[in-house]
């Protein structure tokens, strides 16, 4: 079926209720696609510079990937695999 543009998801931490945030199809679909059908996903936050980032049970290979990331993207890291929230 189609995908749909975006699809607003929750994040919470032991600290933080929940943060609005959306996951968008149009720059890397098979890796949005993988990464919704695996939610609700949960994990250990670990800190690396301006990001925060957990493991996630996604193993996709990169989708049009790139070096550098702004405040407030959610990035997958096919190496580890995380999911990355920058900041």
Known sequence: ??????????ISTDSVKIVKAFISFDENPKTAKAIVNSLPLKGAVNRGGEEIYFSIPVSIGSENSRVTASKGDIAYWPKEPSLCIFF
């Open 1 to 10: 079926g189609s995908l749909p543009e975006i699809v607003f998801v929750g």
